[in-house]
């Protein structure tokens, strides 16, 4: 009651359907080439058109290489996919940022730094993170393909209104804990399915101390731990990364969207659902050693007695074992998740004046041609060419391995991903989940470092 | 495909893992296809876990063993964690499950699953425990869904229980009507809804 999130969903519900879910009307539809096509057919099978195309932008990101973008994509497959979604958008009239677009990217690092992602609004793409753009202050959620054609068909979506729950982190953190380890700990705590049903706001000082990086990270994983999606009421720090973006309001536009987006937060009398409350100080640079991303633990920790015995005979991994000093084969820097242009920084800033290990294969794949720019602007190429790393073109990559970027079978990988299933990055391949700065302390050693240490 | 879910009755197969990503479900490498070729998906079912790298059938795992079969699958608790891929929904149905019973799901892959006209049943974790046991005493047990009813039954024991499912989505499976059939009829009420905005985004 009186949440954020409920204000919100509230605002948009167009109905309440007799004895079923909410009519919800979208604001925001993004699509991407791997979960749009099929939605795309349906609409052709039923003779629909999207009844509101300027709501909806596309743009492929799950099968882009990370190299070579301006030759035509070498596998046919992912190439049809690619293909169909610009030929979709086309067809519909909708805005299509193709690949060597400058605009082009991952959605979720697109959406929020081209200002299409604002405070109130309610956002949606057939991808669970989705979540990420929560980080804005909106309710955004990821959904399924008949989800998909539902808002291109009518703007609007059939959804059960979730539960909520709020997590305060209070306090803090300390040297080299990041908004990843901040998840890593939340999942670990929570498990993945801790907070399934519900809709997560996350609160306290140490997440309002977060940059808009930092809150993105921290809402992209939401779903890690089941949550429907997380966010992060907007305040001055929102502002002033929304200003003068692309798509965001301009002049009188922008101030009275600005005296909006300040009523969004949850009131003083705000109940949840479900509440918990973090010390920051209790958190420490974080990594997974098992299958799922809620089993991790502190870099220079052990893993626990009780892990699934499943999950370490697939990472070769023994009860009680500690990783520090494990060798490490692949670092990926990447993802919706880390692939913005604050990892890129701490990476940097920790690689600097090192050299990459020689037994290590790095891929440092930028969330978007933005951060890529950025990156070049900022001499942060000429940092990490100095150590030995070189800066692909931007894409999903290794987070899931739909382009060439798969780790071979059985070798370990440092990702800043958000998953470590099985066989996530290639078939059989060895995920250890963790930040920025893990990562780099990994590509800089050849094994599994405490970034502290360094 | 839309389908008229009302009475399913069947053997089962168990599955008796907990937290079964969508990512094990249906490989990320098999969503590279545009259409929705239902038995695509389904011949790729678990993929990784049916067979080995070489391509030949994994004997250890429950789809290949002969036992077992039928229309729905038994599954441990927090089935379709991780990705939103409706894929995962429809690899189910294209190997001809039709309806999966476990005591927790995952949020999207449940919605996913009644999109896509396979039914998801959520069951206590001691109803659960019970099925599993005697699906693998006996692989002949059949289990009896009334979707109208809205009750799970093992036709062994005879022990049943009711399961939750608005009256809406209901009426949608026993119909074959989807969502979008429904959506594209409210035009006018979305219209409204657009003009009376307070905050337009």
């Known amino acids: 009651m009186n949440t954020l999130f409920d204000k919100i969903w509230d605002a948009h519900v167009v109905q309440h359907v007799d004895g079923g879910p909410d009519q919800l009307y979208v604001d925001r539809l993004y699509c991407h080439e791997v979960t749009s096509p099929q939605a795309f057919d349906g609409l052709r099978a039923r003779s629909l058109r999207p009844l509101r195309p300027e709501r909806i932008f596309c743009m492929p990101d799950h099968n882009t290489p990370t190299h070579d973008q301006d030759k035509p994509i070498a596998d046919s497959v992912s190439k049809a996919q690619v293909d169909a979604l610009s030929r979709n958008a086309a067809e519909f009239g909708l805005t299509h940022f193709g690949m060597m677009d400058p605009r082009n990217g991952i959605i979720h690092v697109v959406g929020p730094e081209r200002g299409l992602s604002l405070p109130g609004m309610t956002i949606v793409c057939g991808d669970s993170h989705t979540s990420t753009h929560g980080a804005m202050g909106a309710v955004a959620f990821g959904i399924g393909t008949s989800e998909v054609e539902m808002v291109l068909a009518s703007q609007c979506i059939l959804q059960p209104k979730p539960r909520t729950m709020r997590i305060r982190i209070e306090g803090t953190p300390g040297p080299c804990v990041t908004a990843k380890d901040l998840a890593l700990y939340l999942m670990q705590q929570l498990t993945t399915s801790g907070a399934t049903g519900y809709f997560v706001e996350y609160a306290g000082s140490a997440v309002r101390g977060l940059s808009m990086e930092g809150r993105l990270t921290l809402c992209n994983l939401s779903i890690e731990m089941g949550a429907r999606g997380g966010m992060v009421a907007p305040d001055e720090v929102t502002f002033a990364y929304l200003k003068d973006k692309e798509y965001a309001p301009k002049g009188a536009d922008w101030d009275r969207a600005l005296a909006f987006w300040r009523t969004l937060h949850s009131g003083d009398d705000a109940v949840f659902d479900k509440e918990y409350c973090f010390d920051a100080a209790d958190i420490a640079p974080m990594i997974t050693y098992g299958t799922n991303p809620g089993m991790g633990m502190p870099v220079d920790g052990a893993i626990p007695p009780e892990a699934s015995p499943k999950a370490l005979q697939y990472m070769d991994f023994q009860p009680g074992e500690r990783l520090l000093g494990k060798p490490v084969d692949y670092v990926f820097l990447g993802a919706c998740t880390n692939g913005r242009i604050e990892d890129f920084r701490g990476f940097a800033a920790l690689v600097k004046g090192r050299r990459k290990a020689a037994g290590v294969t790095a891929w440092l794949v930028p969330g978007s041609w933005e951060v890529y720019r950025q990156i070049v602007a900022e001499g942060i190429d000429q940092i990490l060419a100095g150590a030995g790393f070189e800066l692909r073109q931007p894409g999903c990559s290794a987070c899931l391995a739909m382009n060439d970027d798969k780790i071979p079978s059985g070798k370990y990988c440092v990702s800043t991903s958000n998953r470590n299933f099985e066989g996530r990055q290639g078939p059989g391949a060895r995920t250890l989940l963790a930040s920025p700065l893990v990562a780099a302390a990994a590509a800089v050693t050849g094994v599994i470092t405490d970034p502290r240490t360094l | ?201």
Not at chain 2, 136 to 147: K, L
């Open chain 2, 1 to 201: 495909m839309k389908r008229k879910l009302d009475i399913i009755e069947s053997t089962c197969v168990p599955l008796p893992l907990e937290n079964v990503d969508t990512d094990q479900i249906i490989p990320a490498r098999f969503l590279k296809s545009t259409t929705r070729d239902e038995r695509f998906f389904g011949e790729n079912l678990f993929r990784d876990w049916r067979y080995r790298a070489d391509g030949t059938p994994e004997p250890s795992f429950v789809l290949n063993d002969p036992r077992f079969g039928g229309e729905i699958l038994l599954a441990g608790r927090n089935f379709g964690s991780g990705s939103s891929r409706e894929h995962a929904a429809w690899a189910l149905a294209g190997y001809g499950f039709k309806a999966v019973i476990s005591s927790f799901f995952a949020d999207i892959h449940k919605n996913n699953e009644l999109n896509s006209f396979v039914l998801p049943v959520v069951v206590s974790e001691d109803f659960l425990a019970e099925l599993f046991a005697t699906v693998q005493a006996d692989p002949a047990t059949r289990v009896r869904i009334d979707v109208e009813a809205q009750t799970v039954t093992s036709l062994t024991t005879g022990r049943c229980e009711h399961f939750e499912l608005n009256a809406y989505k209901k009426y949608c499976l026993l119909n074959a009507l989807d969502d979008i059939d429904y959506l594209v009829l409210q035009q006018d009420k979305i219209e409204s809804f657009e003009k009376s905005r307070q905050h337009a985004l």
